[in-house]
């Protein structure tokens, strides 16, 4: 009896996982797709730097397709690469939209470091043939699968979801004695605590087609001295998902908010990170089952693009300061020279580009996404202050240039950790072309664009 008592279970479970409503009604379609990107053995992965032996597990590219009613039409591309630069996301989204009509695509990175990077056609900072083919063999194939995903669009209902897990933790800690951040595993700091699911149903047969899920962590659980390639926790992710829902189900995964979270235990074990994209696979199963309906049958994106300055250049004394200092390492005196330049001329350091979208369902649910590395912070926000039932929050989404922190982290100047400090602390952000981090204030210019996407909040007329 007990036996027949955990079959029936287990069948309960299914049912509420592939068929949530049976009587769902068509007005969206949708598709989706995925091809193997796996790079060739001898290729460079990010970061650290090393040449690959071997493969751990695969790393795909995945796109799920959406239209309305009204032909609103939508691509939402995740690869299971570390990043891609502004270049080649503005080339690819313009061939996608030649090629196939899609007005608006979304290119996420999941930013695994055992994995590596994507830059355009003919990128000059691609100099090993082999990796060279390999990208533009990648490019072909991301075209295929959006096609491909368009020609399967077939009508649909969709559902959202959220469920608690945690991938990781967040990095930043602070010296009590000097006041200066640095990396470690902050317990006690801030986190998105969460993962965000999207799923889409086939009406003709009420079991889904894709699944779109979102949580914000540094895939960086496998170890930097492993040579195999690896998608880090996603990949184990996607592979309990299909367990549950079978092989024809596309797992899409999205990387959120994750600037200053670190997967856990850092650098570790490619089992440790196995153990966590389960544990985060179970999430999304849990999501699933929880998910409510999307009433809505039409969709809008909607858009803004703004400029965050750059912290100010060093004063003449500290630049020569600085260049005493360096003057016997070259990699730095070469950075500091490209500086010089700027200082002499009088010019600022250039902004970095900051492009929203907004994907909205009526009320009901939104999807924001940002480029860069963005601090967790952002995403709270959005989940926060966003006039909608539910939100999903993309970082690293359609181009790259470093970290983007808030206000209170930029404010600590050099003392600001390796996402936000500026010199005499060689930061990552110094070895940028913008030789700093974003000027203290470009908080509230991000949340200004993100909000301006928004229609006003309840009691209020609409944008």
Same mark, same amino acid.
């Given at each position: 009896?007990?036996?027949?008592?955990?079959?029936?279970?287990?069948?309960?479970?299914?049912?509420?996982?592939?068929?949530?409503?049976?009587?769902?009604?068509?007005?969206?379609?949708?598709?989706?797709?995925?091809?193997?990107?796996?790079?060739?053995?001898?290729?460079?992965?990010?970061?650290?730097?090393?040449?690959?032996?071997?493969?751990?597990?695969?790393?795909?590219?995945?796109?799920?397709?959406?239209?309305?009613?009204?032909?609103?039409?939508?691509?939402?591309?995740?690869?299971?690469?570390?990043?891609?630069?502004?270049?080649?996301?503005?080339?690819?989204?313009?061939?996608?939209?030649?090629?196939?009509?899609?007005?608006?695509?979304?290119?996420?990175?999941?930013?695994?470091?055992?994995?590596?990077?994507?830059?355009?056609?003919?990128?000059?900072?691609?100099?090993?043939?082999?990796?060279?083919?390999?990208?533009?063999?990648?490019?072909?194939?991301?075209?295929?699968?959006?096609?491909?995903?368009?020609?399967?669009?077939?009508?649909?209902?969709?559902?959202?979801?959220?469920?608690?897990?945690?991938?990781?933790?967040?990095?930043?800690?602070?010296?009590?004695?000097?006041?200066?951040?640095?990396?470690?595993?902050?317990?006690?700091?801030?986190?998105?605590?969460?993962?965000?699911?999207?799923?889409?149903?086939?009406?003709?047969?009420?079991?889904?087609?894709?699944?779109?899920?979102?949580?914000?962590?540094?895939?960086?659980?496998?170890?930097?001295?492993?040579?195999?390639?690896?998608?880090?926790?996603?990949?184990?992710?996607?592979?309990?998902?299909?367990?549950?829902?079978?092989?024809?189900?596309?797992?899409?995964?999205?990387?959120?908010?994750?600037?200053?979270?670190?997967?856990? %235990?850092?650098?570790? +074990?490619?089992?440790?990170?196995?153990?966590? @994209?389960?544990?985060?696979?179970? #999430? $999304?199963?849990? /999501? !699933?089952?929880?998910?409510?309906?999307?009433?809505?049958?039409?969709?809008?994106?909607?858009?803004?693009?703004?400029?965050?300055?750059?912290?100010?250049?060093?004063?003449?004394?500290?630049?020569?300061?600085?260049?005493?200092?360096?003057?016997?390492?070259?990699?730095?005196?070469?950075?500091?020279?490209?500086?010089?330049?700027?200082?002499?001329?009088?010019?600022?350091?250039?902004?970095?580009?900051?492009?929203?979208?907004?994907?909205?369902?009526?009320?009901?649910?939104?999807?924001?996404?940002?480029?860069?590395?963005?601090?967790?912070?952002?995403?709270?926000?959005?989940?926060?202050?966003? %006039?909608?039932?539910? +939100?999903?929050?993309?970082?690293?989404?359609? @181009?790259?240039?470093?970290?983007? #922190? $808030?206000?209170? /982290? !930029?404010?600590?100047?050099?003392?600001?950790?390796?996402?936000?400090?500026?010199?005499?602390?060689?930061?990552?952000?110094?070895?940028?072309?913008?030789?700093?981090?974003?000027?203290?204030?470009?908080?509230?210019?991000?949340?200004?664009?993100?909000?301006?996407?928004?229609?006003?909040?309840?009691?209020?007329?609409?944008?």
């Amino acid at each position: 009896m007990k036996r027949l008592q955990f079959f029936l279970y287990l069948s309960i479970v299914t049912l509420a996982i592939s068929l949530p409503d049976a009587r769902a009604e068509g007005g969206l379609r949708a598709g989706a797709a995925e091809r193997e990107i796996t790079p060739p053995v001898g290729h460079q992965i990010q970061h650290y730097f090393r040449l690959s032996v071997g493969v751990n597990d695969p790393l795909f590219a995945r796109c799920f397709y959406l239209e309305d009613k009204e032909k609103n039409s939508l691509a939402i591309i995740c690869l299971d690469l570390i990043f891609g630069g502004f270049e080649l996301c503005d080339e690819l989204r313009a061939e996608i939209k030649k090629q196939t009509g899609i007005e608006n695509t979304l290119v996420n990175f999941s930013h695994s470091h055992s994995s590596a990077s994507l830059g355009a056609r003919g990128h000059t900072e691609i100099s090993n043939d082999t990796d060279s083919k390999w990208n533009d063999a990648t490019l072909d194939k991301i075209l295929s699968i959006v096609k491909e995903a368009k020609k399967q669009a077939q009508p649909v209902s969709l559902r959202v979801g959220r469920a608690p897990v945690q991938v990781g933790f967040n990095r930043r800690l602070v010296n009590k004695e000097t006041g200066h951040v640095y990396m470690g595993v902050n317990r006690k700091g801030q986190v998105v605590p969460w993962v965000n699911v999207l799923c889409a149903d086939s009406v003709k047969s009420g079991k889904p087609i894709a699944v779109l899920y979102e949580t914000a962590a540094h895939p960086v659980i496998v170890p930097d001295r492993s040579k195999l390639t690896s998608a880090d926790f996603p990949g184990a992710a996607a592979k309990t998902i299909h367990k549950a829902l079978g092989r024809d189900v596309v797992a899409l995964f999205a990387q959120g908010c994750g600037g200053d979270i670190n997967g856990f %235990p850092l650098r570790t +074990t490619h089992e440790n990170a196995d153990k966590q @994209g389960r544990d985060l696979g179970s #999430a $999304v199963l849990k /999501a !699933l089952k929880e998910s409510e309906r999307i009433k809505s049958k039409t969709f809008s994106v909607r858009y803004a693009r703004a400029a965050l300055p750059s912290h100010a250049l060093p004063p003449k004394k500290l630049w020569q300061e600085m260049a005493y200092r360096q003057r016997d390492r070259e990699g730095r005196m070469e950075q500091l020279n490209r500086m010089l330049a700027l200082i002499d001329s009088g010019k600022k350091p250039p902004p970095r580009r900051m492009d929203v979208y907004a994907v909205m369902f009526g009320r009901e649910w939104c999807l924001v996404t940002m480029p860069h590395e963005m601090f967790c912070e952002y995403e709270l926000w959005v989940d926060r202050n966003a %006039p909608f039932k539910r +939100t999903m929050t993309f970082g690293y989404t359609n @181009g790259y240039e470093g970290y983007i #922190a $808030v206000d209170s /982290a !930029l404010r600590l100047g050099e003392k600001g950790g390796y996402e936000a400090a500026c010199l005499p602390n060689w930061g990552g952000q110094v070895w940028t072309r913008h030789f700093g981090p974003p000027a203290v204030g470009c908080e509230k210019i991000i949340k200004d664009a993100i909000s301006s996407l928004w229609p006003k909040k309840a009691g209020s007329s609409e944008k």
